[in-house]
Each structure stands twice: as structure tokens, then as C-alpha cells.
């Protein structure tokens, strides 16, 4: 079926293809009036684009009209608009020090500048990834307004945007990189490097994006290849072991037609934990992650891309958790565990895009295959102790515990030319998944055994979605959108148990199947007022919802628990003063989630049963700010109050319901807060000196729905200094600088893991 849509699709292209085209010239300057050379113009929602020569000067052979993209590193890039028959364009870029870049996403599944957008988006460019010095997703807590992300230890990041949180293996907050859904907890990659730019989306995305974006969308898009040669070269060191070494390299391979881009990263680092069990490091980890792309430019309008990532992630402590949460400060940073082994963790994630674009309109095919191999080359302690009493085994071969999915997009935009009020995307998606998975407790007491637990889940869906937005005249767009998705999942599974020497496995529990399937709709509206180009006022309602499903915990029949679903209205005001010089955007919204999913850990078997059993009401503020009050210096800070608590909520104790109404939503810090302040100083025409200082801040927040396990209040510093010369970097960084102690992740059974301590190193990189 994919190659029948790839193969229509390329002829579809094909034969649309226009030979008619106008011209796009100009000019580009500094504030001196010098020509800048290599600066990079593109066309949005288009394949075309230039760079300048040695004069400044550029020239694109493209359409009647449209927006301009102009950016060059050290400058602050800007957006403009432009028709062909405009006569010789003349761009001043100001100094990146002295001015708040432009910034443009893709959102809303176009490119456009964010601060027009008419929804709450923080949008991180490449320098500000570095100088946060984002290594990976969870480095953007409170970065971004009321986002709070953490991880035990496994690589599997749970984020929580606006008290909306993933509580299982399907996310309430989906990540998308280079545009492919990363399906599920266990097939995206979090490793962050190369990275062009970050889109937070914060607020139910369901109308453009579907199933498990109730709590928003994160976007990110790595730096692809162009008709310049660029690359970088970076090192890091820092204390516990961490070496960081990363580079890569974008070229032409025949200039206009063949493109390739290639990077990597080898990280490794002896951890924060020590084993009391054995007097060894506890939690030390290496990996290698690769990005390759090869794009093919069939002409002006039609181009093909080819992107493929992996990782590879050896794990020698993979849960550094205290058991008892009550005594996670005691001896912090120790663990005493007798079952140590590797966790073994192969990501695959594979794309083809096929984008053209037409004068009457943009198409874009995407296929993606993803794949997760995660296993434990030994048993795993289960019981988090220096007892043998429970332990993990997963290790059953490649048929086992490797989730695959397949994905299909096809996509259609009204063109970046259109001069109509009536701008629209609609499109299609389809995918399959399949998860095979076997587990074993093996349980040590008078007798030995295995409790052994096989589940096989099979799932496919599609969906058709569209948007539009209409401009009822210069000042006001309304905007309408509609998903409708349907899934069906099949869900098989099986008990055995097995003694200890004993050759064949007893059957408890024979295969039990369910199937179930279901449709959502998600409709969208808003009203956006332009006071001018730069000040916006907009109300949105918006639906999401998160998939259902079948769980069981293999002594009961197979439980069904519905989708979901959650409704949300959002006011805001996004504002930039001075010529850009500020930015101000202030949001407030409201949420309600029906038939909340709660899932609950089954222990000793490691099995999570997730039921339908509460209402989740969270509201909030958020405040955006960004300044070049002088020249040099950056000031930014976001910030967000979230009150996320359950209008209804039953939970069982001691077999019995328990009311648990005003209970607080997991994983969600009463307030969010981080300030940054850089300061950069031109030492000469190509030496600066740098000096950044972060103050990050988080409010209350809880791990479990009974409110028992709570981390107070917590403020964190980091820090950034050092030298850039040329192309040269040379930065020594501070993470978590006064050593704080906060719990950051916790299980509802009350194990905990410690928030890094303080880490600090030092930065080398090259870039040409």
C-alpha cells in the first residue's frame, strides 16, 4: 500500500509541475552597509532558496509572492514579505546581540513566523538550544511555560504540559522530530544534538495532530543539508566520567540537485550513583546516535528526502531508585542493589518525504518506520534491594520486547503565493504498530519460580484532518479545524509459571484475546484580532483526546478503559515592542479531562492496569518574555502558574474505593519559573566574551494519585561562561551550581530518583 501511494503520489507530482517562473532579488547588508556573504534565503512553504555571493546578492528563481526567511549565523534572522515584480530587494540584518531573532515553525504543519500564530508556542532556536546547553528533552523543563519532564533512569522521559501528563506507554504529550510521529514512550529518540529548532505546542493539538497531543506537541527539526558546505566538531568533559564528542557535515553532492548531511554522538559518563551492594558506579552509561539525511531536488518544485536515526544506549544501571521515598535523602546518590546487569536499547526510526509544491497548491507524502529493541541482558533487580527477592527477566530474543510501527501521512497546504483570504492543510494518516512483549518475575523465597507474563499488541488507524483560517478583513482571522481518528487494537495475552530447574512452563492462564476499536473527533476554533503586525489577541477552543485501550493484570479478565478526552479554552496576547527589541506574550487557559486514564503499577510482576476513574480540572497563566535592553545583553524569562487537580477521582485502598476528589495531577509544579540573563561583549572584530546565569524555579508537585509522595519547592542555578573566536567555541558550563537535593521522578509504590547533582564541564566546538 505504501509503495502504491509513493508511486501515485511521484506521478501526481510529476505532471503538475510548472515550467513558468519569476525572479527574486536583492541585497544584503549589515547596519554598516557591508555586503554579507553566505547568508542563507529561503522561500517558505516552498523548496526554494539562495544564498549570497561575496556581494551580498542573491537571486531565486521562484513565484509571484510570498515570504522571505533571511538568516545568517551572528545575525538576527527576520522575516519579509515579498512579490516578484518588486524591484531588487534591500535586507539590513542586525547583529544577533543586538536584536530578538525572527522566528519561523512549523506548527500548524506550514512555515510561519510563531509570533502570529494564534496558539501558545515556545519556540527555541539553535542558539538558544546551545546556550541552554539542551542535551536532551528533559533539559527543557520550565524552559518552556509550565512543562515539567523527567525520567528514572531508562531513557523514557514522562512530560507534563499544563497538568495534562504521559502516565503510560501512550503520551498525553506527543513528540514529533523531523515531522515523523515518535509513536510511544519507547521509539523516540531523546537525545538532542544538531538540532535547528524546538516547537513546544502547549494545549490540546488535536485537530491537526490527533491522538496523544492533549497536553500539546513537541516539534523537533535537526539542521538538514543545503547547497552550502557547513559541519561542526564539538568536545565535552565534565565530572562523573561525562565525554560528550559530536560532529557532522552538510553538503552538496552535485550543487542544486543531490544533498547530504551526516552526524553523531558518543556520550558516556560513569553516573550520579554509587552501589552500596558492590562499591561500584551504579548508573554509568554510553551510547552512539546517528542522523543521516540525503535529500534529491528533481527540480525547483519536487524534492525528495531521505532521513534515517538510531540509537544505541548501553545502560548499566537503568532504575538508580531508592526504595522508600521517605528515606531518599538519607544517602543520596546511593543505591544498594544485588541484581546488576545492562539494559540494552536499539532505536530505529526511518523516513521518505516527497514535498512539492504547486502554485495552486503544497503536498507532502511522509513514510516512517520506527523500531525499539529494549532488553535486559541479565535480570533486573525488581525489589530495589540488596535482597534476592524479585527480579526481572526480559532477555527472550528479537520476537520479544521490540516494538515496530509503521506510519503514513500525506498532506496538502494552500501554497505560501496565495494572496486568497483563505488559507487551509487537510490531509490524511494511517499506521500500524505492533508490540510483542514477554516478561518474567522470578520470585525467591522458600521455593524459586518465574511468573511469566506474555502480551502481543497489535494496532492500526487513520485519520483524515483539516484546517483553515479565513481573514475576515486586516485586522480579524477565524480559524476552524476537524480531526476525525479511528483505532482498533487487538490485545493478547498469556500466564505461565515456571520452577526453578523445571524445563517447561505451567500454564496459568491461557491466551486471551480482545479487540476493540473506536473513533474521536476533534474539532478546533479561534478568533485572532491583529491589532497590528505586532500585537495579536486570540481565543481558541480546542478537543483532544488519548487513546484507549485493553490492559489486564493476568489473574482477571482483560479490562477495556476508554479514550480520554479534554476540552480546552485558551485566551492570550503575544506582543513585540522596540522593533523587535521585546517580546511579551501572556496566556490563560482552562482544561477539563473526562474519564481520566489512571494507571497503577502491579508489583511484583511489573505490570501497569490502566482504568478509567476521574475528571481533571487544571488552569492556569503563562508569561513569555524576551529583551535586548542593551546592546550585549539578553534577558528572558517564562514562566507558569498551573493548578491541576482531579474534580473526580476514586482510587482503591485496601480493596475498597476511596474518594480522592482535589486530589493534585502528577507531575505537575504548582508554578514554573526560568530566568536567564547573557551578557556579550565584542572584545574585537571577532573575539566576544560570554556570560549566561539561569535561575530555574518549581513549584509543589506530587508522584502518585493518593498526594502521599510530594517534592517541595526547589530553585536551581546553572551557569555558562567563555569565548567564541571566528567559528571558535571555547565555554565552561555549570548545571545545578549550589548542589541542590529534589526528588525528580517517583513511582506510586514510593521508590524514588534524585534530580542530577551539580555537573559541570567544558565545551570545545568548531563550526565552518
Known amino acids: 500500500m505504501y509503495k502504491l501511494f509513493s508511486v501515485l503520489f511521484i506521478s501526481f507530482s510529476l505532471f503538475f509541475q510548472a515550467h513558468s517562473q519569476n525572479a527574486i532579488t536583492g541585497i544584503i547588508k549589515n547596519t554598516s552597509g557591508s555586503a554579507i556573504e553566505n547568508a542563507s534565503v529561503h522561500l517558505l512553504n516552498t523548496n526554494y532558496g539562495a544564498f549570497t555571493d561575496s556581494e551580498g546578492k542573491f537571486s531565486i528563481a521562484a513565484v509571484a509572492q510570498g515570504k522571505l526567511e533571511v538568516s545568517k549565523v551572528g545575525y538576527a534572522s527576520t522575516i519579509i514579505s515579498v512579490v516578484s515584480n518588486s524591484g531588487e530587494l534591500s535586507i539590513t540584518l542586525s547583529e544577533s546581540y543586538t536584536q530578538l531573532d525572527a522566528v519561523v515553525v512549523t506548527a500548524q504543519k506550514q512555515e510561519e513566523d510563531v509570533q502570529l500564530i494564534p496558539s501558545s508556542i515556545t519556540a527555541l532556536s539553535s542558539k538558544q538550544i546551545e546556550n541552554y546547553r539542551i542535551w536532551n528533552t528533559q533539559d527543557i523543563t520550565a524552559i518552556v511555560p509550565n512543562l515539567y519532564t523527567a525520567n528514572p533512569g531508562d531513557n523514557r522521559n514522562v512530560t507534563s504540559i499544563r497538568g495534562i501528563t504521559s502516565t503510560s506507554y501512550d503520551p498525553a504529550v506527543t513528540t514529533y522530530v523531523d515531522g515523523v510521529n515518535q509513536f510511544g514512550l519507547d521509539t523516540y529518540i531523546a537525545q538532542l544534538f544538531d538540532v535547528e529548532r524546538i516547537e513546544v505546542l502547549r494545549g490540546s493539538q488535536g485537530s491537526l495532530y490527533g ?89 525547483s518544485r519536487l524534492a525528495f528526502t531521505l532521513n534515517i536515526k538510531h540509537n544505541d544506549n548501553r545502560n548499566s544501571g537503568a532504575f538508580p531508585l531508592v526504595g522508600s521515598f521517605n528515606s531518599v535523602f538519607d544517602n543520596p546518590f546511593n543505591v544498594n542493589q544485588n541484581a546488576v546487569t545492562t539494559m540494552v536499547d536499539n532505536v530505529f526510526n526511518g523516513s521518505l518525504t516527497a514535498s512539492y509544491s504547486h502554485p495552486l497548491f503544497n503536498a507532502t507524502s511522509q513514510s516512517s518506520y520506527q523500531s525499539n529493541y529494549r532488553y535486559y541482558k541479565d535480570p533486573i533487580d525488581g525489589d530495589f534491594s540488596p535482597y534476592e527477592v524479585y527480579s526481572i527477566i526480559n532477555n527472550y530474543g528479537k520476537d520479544w520486547n521490540n516494538v515496530k510501527v509503521l506510519t503514513q501521512e500525506f498532506k496538502f497546504t494552500s501554497p505560501s503565493t496565495n494572496s486568497s483570504p483563505f488559507k487551509w492543510t487537510a490531509g490524511i494518516f494511517g499506521y500500524t504498530q505492533d508490540s510483542p512483549t514477554k516478561q518474567a518475575t522470578h520470585i525467591t523465597g522458600k521455593s524459586k519460580f518465574s511468573s511469566i507474563s506474555t502480551t502481543k499488541g497489535s494496532n492500526y488507524g487513520m485519520a483524515a484532518f483539516g484546517q483553515a483560517t479565513y481573514s475576515l478583513n486586516e485586522k480579524l482571522d477565524l480559524t476552524g479545524g476537524l480531526r476525525y481518528d479511528y483505532e482498533n487494537k487487538q490485545l493478547t495475552v498469556k500466564g505461565e509459571f515456571q520452577p526453578d530447574g523445571s524445563p517447561t512452563a505451567i500454564l496459568t492462564r491461557p491466551d486471551t484475546t480482545g479487540t476493540v476499536s473506536y473513533g474521536a473527533i476533534s474539532p478546533k476554533a479561534t478568533l485572532a484580532y491583529h491589532l497590528d503586525a505586532a500585537h495579536q489577541l486570540y481565543g481558541t477552543y480546542s478537543r483532544g483526546f488519548r487513546t484507549g485501550g485493553l490492559t489486564s493484570d493476568l489473574s482477571t479478565p482483560l479490562y477495556l478503559y476508554k479514550p480520554e478526552y479534554s476540552n480546552t479554552i485558551e485566551v492570550a496576547s503575544k506582543n513585540t515592542f522596540l522593533n523587535n527589541l521585546l517580546k511579551l506574550n501572556v496566556t490563560a487557559f482552562h482544561t477539563e479531562v473526562t474519564d481520566a486514564q489512571i494507571p497503577t503499577l502491579i508489583l511484583p510482576q511489573a505490570i501497569t492496569v490502566t482504568k478509567n476513574a476521574g475528571t481533571l480540572v487544571s488552569e492556569g497563566l503563562e508569561l513569555e518574555t524576551a529583551a535586548t ?140
Open 629 to 768: 535592553p542593551l546592546n550585549g545583553l539578553q534577558i528572558e524569562w517564562n514562566a507558569g502558574v498551573n493548578n491541576a487537580a482531579y474534580k473526580k477521582l476514586v482510587l482503591s485502598q485496601n480493596n475498597q474505593p476511596k474518594d480522592a476528589s482535589g486530589n493534585h495531577a502528577l507531575f505537575t509544579p504548582s508554578f514554573t519559573s526560568m530566568i536567564a540573563v547573557q551578557y556579550q561583549l565584542k572584545i574585537g572584530t571577532e573575539l566576544k566574551a560570554l556570560a549566561r546565569v539561569e535561575w530555574q524555579s518549581l513549584g509543589d508537585q506530587y508522584f502518585d494519585l493518593a498526594n502521599k509522595y510530594k517534592q517541595a519547592g526547589y530553585n536551581l542555578i546553572n551557569a555558562r561562561v567563555g569565548f567564541t573566536f571566528t567559528s571558535f567555541e571555547l565555554m565552561f558550563w555549570v548545571r545545578n551550581l549550589t548542589d541542590k537535593k529534589y526528588v525528580a521522578y517517583a513511582y506510586d509504590f514510593g521508590a524514588a530518583h534524585l534530580g542530577n547533582p551539580k555537573n559541570y564541564g567544558i565545551t570545545l566546538r568548531k563550526s565552518f
Open 211 to 299: 491522538r496523544n497531543a492533549m497536553g500539546g506537541v513537541i516539534n523537533i527539526i535537526t539542521k538538514q543539508p543545503t547547497n552550502r558546505t557547513t559541519g561542526f566538531a564539538e568536545l565535552n568533559f565534565g565530572n562523573y566520567g561525562q565525554q560528550r564528542y559530536s560532529a557532522g557535515v552538510r553538503m552538496p553532492l552535485v550543487k542544486n540537485k543531490l544533498f547530504l548531511g551526516v552526524s553523531g554522538i558518543y556520550d558516556q559518563t560513569d553516573g550520579f550513583y554509587k552501589n552500596l551492594f558492590n562499591n561500584s558506579n551504579f548508573d554509568s552509561k554510553n551510547s552512539f546516535t546517528g542522523n543521516y539525511f540525503l535529500k534529491f531536488l528533481a527540480s
